[in-house]
T-cell receptor
C-alpha cells in the first residue's frame, strides 16, 4: 500500500525566514509523481510544486524548492523568505499509474508570524 | 479559463437523507476526482471518473457513488446519510494522466444533523 507521512502537524516561522516541511512516502512503484499542495484558511487547495520521480533534479518554483531523495523516499519542501500569505495547511501528495488518485499526508499547519 | 466549480458550497442534511454534489471541471479536462476531508481522517480519495468511466475507487461504502457526464461534469451522491459523513467534499479535475496537476474546487461543506 502507498502511504504518505508528514511528521510535523504544526510549524511556525518568522516572516522572511526559511522553513522546511518534511514528508516521507512508501511505495513499491518506480514511476510516480510527488506534489506539495497548499490549503489556506479560505480552503481552496492550490498546487505549490511538483516533482517527477524519474528526475534527479530538485524542482523549484520561486521561493519554493524541494529536496527529493528517492532512495530514502523523502520529499521535503523548503520555503524561503516566508511571507504572511504562506500561512496555510500544506499537504504532501503522491500519485502513480494512471493518475487521478492522489494519496495525501496528514498535513502540516504552517503559521508565518510577523 | 474558469476554474473548478463545486455546487452547492454548503449543505445541511439530516441522517437518513441523501445528497447530490456537483462538480464542473476546467474546460478540456476529462478526469474528475473526489475527496473527503475531515479533521480526523484527513484527505481521503473517494473515486475518479475519466471519460464517463470510473477509473479508480477508494475504500468507501457503496452509499457513496458518482457519475460523469459527456461534458465531463461530475456528480457525487451519498445515500442514507450518517453523522460521520459530515465533511468537506473536494473535487479536482485534470487532463487525466498521473503527471498532470489536479486543480481543486472550493469544496462543498456537508453537515449531517
Amino acid at each position: 500500500a502507498q502511504t504518505v507521512t508528514q511528521s510535523q502537524p504544526e510549524m511556525s516561522v518568522q516572516e522572511a525566514e526559511t522553513v522546511t516541511l518534511s514528508c516521507t512516502y512508501d511505495t513499491s512503484e518506480n514511476n510516480y509523481y510527488l506534489f506539495w499542495y497548499k490549503q489556506p484558511p479560505s480552503r481552496q487547495m492550490i498546487l505549490v510544486i511538483r516533482q517527477e520521480a524519474y528526475k534527479q533534479q530538485n524542482a523549484t518554483e520561486n521561493r519554493f524548492s524541494v529536496n527529493f531523495q528517492k532512495a530514502a523516499k523523502s520529499f521535503s519542501l523548503k520555503i524561503s523568505d516566508s511571507q504572511l500569505g504562506d500561512t496555510a495547511m500544506y499537504f504532501c501528495a503522491f500519485v502513480y499509474n494512471q493518475g487521478g488518485k492522489l494519496i495525501f499526508g496528514q498535513g502540516t499547519e504552517l503559521s508565518v508570524k510577523p | 479559463k474558469a476554474g473548478v466549480t463545486q455546487t452547492p458550497r454548503y449543505l445541511i442534511k439530516t441522517r437518513g437523507q441523501q445528497v447530490t454534489l456537483s462538480c464542473s471541471p476546467i474546460s478540456g479536462h476529462r478526469s474528475v476526482s473526489w475527496y473527503q476531508q475531515t479533521p480526523g481522517q484527513g484527505l481521503q480519495f473517494l473515486f475518479e471518473y475519466f471519460s464517463e468511466t470510473q477509473r479508480n475507487k477508494g475504500n468507501f461504502p457503496g452509499r457513496f457513488s458518482g457519475r460523469q457526464f459527456s461534458n465531463s461534469r461530475s456528480e457525487m451522491n451519498v445515500s442514507t446519510l450518517e453523522l460521520g459523513d459530515s465533511a468537506l467534499y473536494l473535487c479536482a479535475s485534470s487532463v487525466g494522466q498521473a503527471k498532470n496537476i489536479q486543480y481543486f474546487g472550493a469544496g462543498t461543506r456537508l453537515s449531517v444533523l
